[in-house]
Nanobody, 125 residues
C-alpha cells in the first residue's frame, strides 16, 4: 500500500506561516489526485484543498472563513511530495492536517484511497 507521511506542522502565532509537506511512497505518485484535510478535536474532518495529478488544477474549500487566498497547494512529482503553504494563520485553523491520495485506478476519481497519520497545526494569539 501507499504510505503518506506529513510533516511541517507546529505552533505559530496568528498571522504566521507554515509549510506542510506530504511525502508518498511508491512509483505511481504522478497519477494520484492529492488532497489536504483537517480535523479539530470533537469535529468532523473537513476538506481544505486538492490538486490533480499534473498540478494543473487546484481546488480550495469555500467556507465563510475560507482558506482560499491564504493557503496554496502544490506538488512536485519528481519528489513524490505535495505541499500546503499556509499563510496568515488563524486560531480557527488549529487542527490535525491530513494528506490523502486518490488513485483513480482503484475506485475511480473522487475517492481517497490512502491517508497519512496527520500533523498538528496550532495557531495561537
Amino acid at each position: 500500500q501507499v504510505q503518506l507521511v506529513e510533516s511541517g506542522g507546529g505552533l505559530v502565532q496568528a498571522g504566521g506561516s507554515l509549510r506542510l509537506s506530504c511525502a508518498a511512497s511508491g512509483r505511481t505518485f504522478s497519477r494520484y489526485n492529492m488532497g489536504w484535510f483537517r480535523q479539530a478535536p470533537g469535529k468532523e474532518r473537513e476538506f481544505v484543498a486538492a490538486i490533480n495529478w499534473s498540478g494543473g488544477s487546484t481546488y480550495y474549500a469555500d467556507y465563510v472563513d475560507s482558506v482560499k487566498g491564504r493557503f496554496t497547494i502544490s506538488r512536485d512529482n519528481a519528489k513524490n511530495t505535495v505541499y500546503l503553504q499556509m499563510n496568515s494563520l488563524k486560531p480557527e485553523d488549529t487542527a490535525v492536517y491530513y494528506c490523502a491520495a486518490d488513485d483513480p485506478i482503484i475506485l475511480g476519481t473522487g475517492t481517497y484511497d490512502y491517508w497519512g497519520q496527520g500533523t498538528q497545526v496550532t495557531g495561537s494569539h
